[in-house]
C-alpha cells in the first residue's frame, strides 16, 4: 500500500504558558525520507510526540492522507499506519522474537480467550505473525538473533530491534527518533543502509529527527529545520545547508563557509 501524505499545519504546542511548538508546519510527501532537525530544545521531540498522539497540540492539526490524528489516542494512530522508535532503548527484557511480536499486536485477530485456549484459529495466526516477524528481523540484519535474548546483543542490534518492532506494525509512515544516536561509525553506516532498504522495499515514508548532519544530508529529501519551536528553514539538504538562519540557529558555520 502506498504511503499517504503527512501534513502538519500551524501545529502549536504550549505547557503551562511555555512554548513549544509555534505554528510549525510541514508536509512529508509520499515515500520520501523528510528530517526535522534543530538544536537542543528546539521543539522536535514535542513535534515527535504531536504526530505519535503523546502530546496534544494546543491548536493547529496533523492529517494522515483524509484522516485527521490530531485528537486520537496513540493505538488509534498506529492502527492507522504510524509507528515510532525512541532515542532511548525501551526494553532489553526478552528474545528479538519476542520484542518483534509485540509489534504485530495490533495485527492480532484471534481474541485473548481463543489465544489462551490455544485454538486452532489462534495458532494459526500466532504462526503468521511469528513467520512476519520473521521476515522482518531478516531485513533488518537480525536473522541469525532472532531467538537470542536481546540483553546479549550490540548496542547497535538493540537499536535495530527498536526498528524492527516499529517495522512489525505494518506502518506506512515510520517515525525514527535519532536512530543512530550513540552508535559508532560502522553501526551509523549499516543503520543508514537500512533506512533507505526498509524505504524502498516497504515502500513507506519516513520522518526522521537526528543530530548527525552526515546521515541528515545523505538520506533526507526534504530537511524542516526548527528553532526554539518555530519554523525557520525548510527545504531539500542543499537548500537547509546554506540557509543564513539554519547557519546561524543550528550548524554554527560562518556564511562565508557555505557556498
Known amino acids: 500500500m502506498t504511503a499517504p501524505e ?4 500551524d501545529v502549536t504546542v504550549r505547557f503551562a504558558g511555555l512554548t513549544a511548538l509555534d505554528g510549525v508546519s510541514f508536509t512529508v510527501a509520499p515515500g520520501t525520507v523528510h528530517a526535522v532537525i534543530g538544536p537542543n ?3 522536535k521531540s514535542t513535534c515527535f510526540n504531536v504526530l505519535s498522539g503523546l502530546t496534544r497540540p494546543t491548536t493547529g492539526t496533523v492529517h494522515l492522507g ?5 485528537r486520537l489516542a496513540p493505538h488509534r494512530i498506529a492502527a492507522l499506519g504510524m509507528a515510532r522508535t525512541f532515542q532511548n532503548i525501551v526494553t532489553t527484557e526478552g528474545t528479538v522474537a519476542d520484542n518483534l511480536m509485540l509489534g504485530r499486536h495490533l495485527h492480532s485477530r484471534a481474541g485473548l480467550t481463543a489465544s489462551a485456549l490455544r485454538l486452532p484459529r489462534a495458532t494459526l495466526e500466532q504462526r503468521a505473525h511469528l513467520a512476519r516477524a520473521r521476515e522482518i528481523a531478516e531485513l533488518t540484519g537480525l536473522g541469525a538473533h532472532f531467538d537470542s535474548p536481546v540483553a546479549l546483543l550490540s548496542y ?11 517495522l512489525c506494525l505494518e506502518p506506512r509512515v515510520l517515525l525514527l527518533d535519532e536512530p543512530v544516536a550513540g552508535m559508532n561509525a560502522a553501526e551509523r553506516a549499516r543503520t543508514a543502509e537500512l533506512i533507505t532498504r526498509v524505504r524502498a522495499e516497504l515502500a513507506l515514508s519516513v520522518v526522521l529527527v537526528e543530530h548527525d548532519m552526515g546521515l541528515v544530508m545523505r538520506l533526507a529529501d526534504e530537511v524542516t529545520v526548527l528553532d526554539f519551536g518555530r519554523r525557520i528553514a525548510h527545504g531539500t539538504p542543499a537548500e537547509v545547508r546554506r540557509d543564513p538562519e539554519v547557519l546561524r540557529a ?6 562565508e563557509d557555505a557556498a
Open 250 to 255: 543550528y550548524l554554527g558555520t560562518p556564511k
Open 6 to 9: 503527512l501534513r502538519v499545519t
Open 66 to 70: 483524509d484522516t485527521e490524528l490530531t
Open 41 to 43: 530544545g528546539a521543539g
Open 156 to 166: 547497535g542490534d538493540r537499536k535495530r530491534v527498536e526498528l524492527a518492532r516499529a
